[in-house]
């Protein structure tokens, strides 16, 4: 019988935690306390201590967190509705539907084709194609940090906010320094970011959960009003709020990981640089190892397939027992929700989606399984 | 020392379920599922069969289950933003923030003075007040269902949809027929409706959480879907979305404490017909007791303080040992962000708020301590 390959298998990946995973619910189901309290608190501090930065706002999950931010800074009169920013086309649609959400309006660019990642080219053109940017969204997609001199230049030269969308890059690191000096993690780049601990996150919850990081105290106060109904404090509404919470028991679950996400993200780095090694396939692109390790965390090990072979090679990965995902095959603007969102040619994003193709990288799929994957790939026949 | 009777204690609400509920999080834990799956599914259909309603959809939160709601109707083409809700002023400000959120203009009517409800009464003179008036949101508040023959009538014969706020009113029951014969739990009386499980509801999560109930099916399919992303398959977005899901961990904790609900509600009537009993201070309005005991499922006993007292009587029963709480103090209309909202005036609302005292009546609070707690409020004396 094949031994087969899952693409990510979530009891494996918290196997090693269960045990401090339980006793930590019991913690929270026996205090009797059940929205906010210590354990948030303490999560909040843990995770900004490990990113350095100064102001944690634990909230339900990674959309809302950037929901929360741009409502935050438009309350705090630093955006207005209308305002555009400038987002690269090939993310998760979550981080479109946070600025369609505000009423904002995404300025969607292609990404550099070797990173899939927002250039400062990128912002550039954008610029001085549309008025009305004043903001920009870099995306650190599948781990790997958006943020180099160039883009720190370009936003700094046009008063841009920079919103970080950190969901999948926690514990990345550029090596140029954000716009606060000494911060260099994803999530301290910028004037605020958003952290999503979706169960599949190199730290994931045990359900949904997320934060938002920001070096700005009065962002960090209005978020954190806006995710309790808008109240500063008990029954004082001072905004139209939601309720975007961190519940206590999923902050007590994210103590018990955060201490081991180096861990997490070296063992991925090392999957990835055994891929990179060991995959020769002709119409294999690998993604580009980053000069330094920690500028990515792996969260996806994305591969391309040229020649519009993708499917193919799905199939008969598939066939071989290894089960692959894509991140993302259908772009925000080509869903039916966003008809008509861009009038520009995205070619890079429209291109890439039709090659790329996730590989199993998350714990449960050991450097042998890694070994064993890159043969089966290397093996595969595409000739028709 | 003077015995201390706290207003809720939700360690001792939870206590009896302590044990079950550790297990519940262990087997979700253990099981490498922790969006989604049949943790979920159980509860949305276990709390189909105690409401006796067609559709569930477990969410977040009660307040993102009224967005959903409302949401969903606009993107049906059922609601269109402008159009007009009918809503009680003195209802929690959450029941607001939905309507405003989602572009719909909240018209806030009194209610009844004696059971604090939302009346047909209330609702005719709103539409011959008011064009554009398309939905009514009944809220139960504090427990007691707020749903009649003359309701039945204005909503039908004026073809309104309903959304019933049922956040406070899990297992109460009118003894009229909702919009569908034969059913008539809260939650099953009108079109749609939005319950919370917040910590300190009668049947109360760990955390946030909520659901939707509907008879409508293709309401339910569109606020699952707005739910997750707006997708209705994966990487499908049909709606510009939200993250709005029920954690499987929270369905765990929800299905120990369903099952008991019954039993929480019978002992909140029991406390609530002791403090009715014994209660005889002449400054004091009791709450109604209802005509039929399961119209109401106590899930806050407020009394009111006539004559401007109640913040003395407050402070009285605090120096003598009893907490106390008000739900609300400041209706959502007067609240710093909805200022501007209503140009009528809402007497019965101004004028409840500042009487409203919430006493003790969960779990932790005994008949014992009713008992004494009743002889404490009788010999406050608030002559000055």
Redesign the interface.
């Known amino acids: 019988m094949t031994k087969r390959y899952p693409f990510l298998?979530?009891?494996?990946?918290?196997e090693p935690y269960?045990d401090e995973?339980?006793m930590a619910?019991?913690r929270?189901?026996?205090?009797?306390?059940?929205?906010g309290g210590d354990e948030v608190n303490d999560f909040q501090s843990e995770l900004g201590r490990y990113l350095n930065v100064p102001h944690v706002v634990g909230v339900?999950?990674?959309?809302?967190a950037l929901r929360l931010i741009l409502r935050a800074l438009i309350e705090l009169g630093r955006l207005t509705p209308g305002d555009k920013v400038v987002v690269p086309a090939n993310t998760y649609?979550?981080s479109v539907?946070a600025i369609?959400?505000a009423g904002l309006t995404p300025v969607l660019v292609d990404p550099d084709p070797a990173t899939l990642n927002i250039t400062a080219q990128a912002i550039s053109t954008a610029i001085n194609t549309h008025s009305g940017i004043k903001a920009v969204m870099p995306v650190h997609l599948y781990g790997r940090v958006a943020w180099d001199e160039d883009i720190r230049k370009v936003v700094s030269d046009n008063n841009l906010l920079v919103i970080e969308d950190s969901a999948q890059a926690i514990g990345a690191r550029s090596h140029t320094d954000g716009l606060y000096v000494g911060h260099n993690h994803a999530g301290a780049l910028g004037h605020a970011a958003a952290f999503s601990f979706?169960?599949t996150k190199n730290t994931?919850?045990?359900?949904?959960a997320g934060a938002v990081t920001t070096h700005d105290k009065a962002l960090a106060d209005t978020v954190r009003a806006l995710a309790n109904?808008?109240a500063d404090r008990r029954?004082?509404?001072?905004?139209?709020?939601?309720?975007c919470?961190l519940?206590?028991?999923?902050a007590a679950?994210l103590r018990v990981k955060l201490p081991h996400n180096d861990d997490e993200n070296r063992a991925r780095m090392q999957s990835a640089r055994l891929y990179d090694r060991l995959i020769t396939h002709p119409d294999v692109i690998k993604p580009l190892l980053p000069e330094f390790e920690d500028e990515c965390i792996w969260h996806q090990y994305v591969i391309r397939v040229r020649n519009g072979k993708r499917d193919m090679m799905r199939q008969q990965l598939k066939l071989a027992g290894v089960d692959t995902d894509?991140h993302?095959?259908?772009p925000?603007h080509l869903?039916?929700?966003?008809a008509g969102l861009s009038h520009v040619p995205l070619p890079v994003t429209e291109m890439t989606a039709s090659q790329l193709l996730s590989l199993p990288i998350a714990r449960g799929t050991d450097l042998e399984d890694v070994a064993a994957i890159a043969e089966i790939i290397n093996n595969v026949n595409l000739t028709e």
Do not use: F
């Open positions: 298998d979530l009891a494996s990946v918290n269960m995973m339980c619910a019991q929270v189901i026996r205090s009797g306390r059940y929205i339900s999950n990674g959309l809302d649609i979550a539907l369609t959400d979706y169960p994931g919850a045990l359900g949904d109904y808008g029954y004082h509404n001072i905004y139209q709020g939601y309720n919470r519940d206590p028991i999923q679950m894509i993302y095959e259908v925000p869903q039916p929700c966003y």
